[in-house]
């Protein structure tokens, strides 16, 4: 009597199960590469939340990346001096009865121009007094034993929260700008870079990332939507020689009022704004709510490890200042990265819309939180990846850890159980030689019959089949870096194939 054959597309034979495997790897990559390639639209209107205004924004990303502007060049001045015009407009428009002051006064860090107004109180400092001497790069240059003088051109604009200090307190204690003052350390610091490197526009790195901070500086000074805590809106210049504009930050005295931060960065040229990076658990639930989350905790752990051999103004506010707080940045194509294709021509309306919808929603949720937690100590370690692009999952890495344990443990215990019901109904083929005549026919009088299940071949077939498949993906991998391991950037499917 030969063996039965099955018409079921379920049943577990050779046919079906590798079917059944193939559609649910083939579906699983479409939907990542789907996720990873294609962006949510943009709305299609100009002002998608009141206060916002993306037509605005695309412009503004035009006009600031139309030439390469590393921070000591003549054009980026004026990229400067048009980032302070647009503020200016902004709060013209937002906030009409404003007090002018001088840039330059008779006390240290009086503000380039202020509003007293009690509906919506803004400070904008056009910072040319801070400085810093250091050695180059705490993060990018550790090795090179040279030290650095820099001056400040960083455009800084406080926009008061309704729970915040009514004093201009940063105009005392001057000449302790590094003392902690607890009380005062309740604001939100959002930043992004306005220089690029002297061969790229700097769309993504860091285009977009200015425009839409103007357009946060536009939203949370629009009536009606005025934070409980005071953010403070950085753009810094020098980001991409040292971190230099980062670390002049820290030597004004509105540095010492932020516990949380956000940053906005470019290392790609387009694509989704991916969470690069966060300090813990208790922030990354911030962003967790964002319209499209985007990101994996495998790209921090890079950073940890010392795989991604790049810096953002994140270091400096986490070893320098002790905040907490986000790095948000574009990542792909990696290639076009600190290139002249990274330019607004190469990115979208589309990319400016997933930072910018992030960095509102982010905000919105660091700015509502009135608790103390984030003033002292660190937060809790985290584990994170999106699905999707749609959901952000977010798991402590304790609980983690007790989820790991625990699987590891009742794993066993269930493949244990279910070897004792097969045992106990007769079904227990593996390393069988024998079966009940019942396994072929129901119907056949009950006999033991003699039949090649194969059961030990796949135990020797098993260590000889992984043995020569991780010995092929080494050999390749090792040819890779051999000849082209650079090719990742610019092909990462040849890669993957």
């Given amino acids: 009597m030969g063996p039965r054959t ?3 597309p379920l049943a577990f034979n050779t046919l079906p199960v590798t079917l059944i495997i193939v559609v649910t790897y083939v579906a699983l990559f479409t939907a990542l590469l789907y996720t990873h390639h294609v962006l949510p639209s943009a709305p299609d209107t100009d002002a998608p939340k009141r206060g916002l205004n993306l037509t605005e924004a695309w412009i503004d990303l035009d006009r600031i990346t139309y030439g390469y502007h590393p921070y000591n060049s003549r054009r980026n001045d004026g990229i400067r001096e048009y980032l302070l015009h647009r503020i200016d407009a902004i709060l013209e428009q937002n906030v009409p009865k ?3 002051r001088p840039a330059y006064a008779s006390k240290p860090y009086t503000p380039h121009f202020s509003n007293y107004t009690e509906a919506n109180p803004v400070t904008v400092f056009s910072d040319m007094q801070s400085n810093i001497t250091s050695a180059l790069g705490w993060d990018l240059f550790a090795t090179v034993d040279t030290a650095v003088y820099f001056e400040s051109t960083n455009i800084i604009v406080y926009i008061r929260g309704s729970n915040d200090d009514p004093k201009d307190w940063w105009l005392e204690n001057t000449n302790n700008i590094q ?20 061969t790229g526009f700097g769309a993504t790195d860091d285009g977009v990332g200015v425009v839409s901070i103007l357009q946060l500086i536009r939203y949370f000074t629009t009536p009606g939507n005025r934070p409980k805590r005071g953010i403070v ?6 980001e991409e020689d040292g971190l230099n504009g980062a670390k002049a930050f820290t030597q004004h005295p509105i540095a010492r009022f932020p516990d949380t931060f956000l940053n906005l960065e470019g290392a790609g040229a387009g694509g989704r704004a991916l969470l690069f990076r966060s300090t813990d658990l208790e922030v990354t639930r911030f962003y967790k709510d964002s319209p499209y989350p985007f990101g994996t905790v495998v790209s921090a752990d890079g950073f940890k490890r010392g795989f991604v051999r790049i810096g953002t103004d994140y270091s400096v506010f986490t070893t320098k200042l002790g905040l907490r707080g986000l790095d948000v940045a574009f990542f792909e194509p990696r290639a076009r990265y600190h290139t002249s294709e990274d330019a607004a ?5 589309d990319s400016l819309w997933h930072m910018l919808s992030a960095a509102v929603t982010t905000l919105e949720r660091m700015t509502s939180d009135i608790s103390t937690d984030f003033g002292a100590g660190a937060g809790s370690p985290a584990v994170w990846f999106d699905l999707f692009g749609r959901i952000l999952a977010l798991i402590g890495l304790h609980s983690m850890f007790i989820i790991s344990i625990s699987l590891l443990v009742v794993a066993p215990i269930i493949l244990l159980g279910l070897v004792a019901i097969l045992r106990a109904t007769g ?3 593996l390393f069988a030689t024998t079966a009940t005549s019942d396994f072929l026919d129901p119907n056949a009088p009950d006999e033991e019959i003699n039949l090649d299940f194969g059961g030990w071949r796949g135990v020797f077939r098993y260590p000889i089949a992984f043995v020569f498949a991780s010995a092929a993906v080494i050999a390749l991998a090792l040819l890779l870096t051999r000849f082209n391991p650079a090719i990742v950037y610019s092909s990462q499917y040849s890669v993957w194939w």
């Fill in 427 to 429: 079904k227990y083929y």
């Fill in 6 to 8: 099955s018409r079921n």
């Fill in 345 to 349: 021509r190469r990115t979208s309306r």
């Fill in 98 to 100: 404003r007090k002018s």
């Fill in 179 to 198: 003392q902690d003052h607890a009380a005062e350390k309740r604001g939100v610091l959002v930043n992004a870079h306005y220089d690029s490197v002297s």
């Fill in 233 to 238: 809106a950085l753009l810094n210049n020098g």
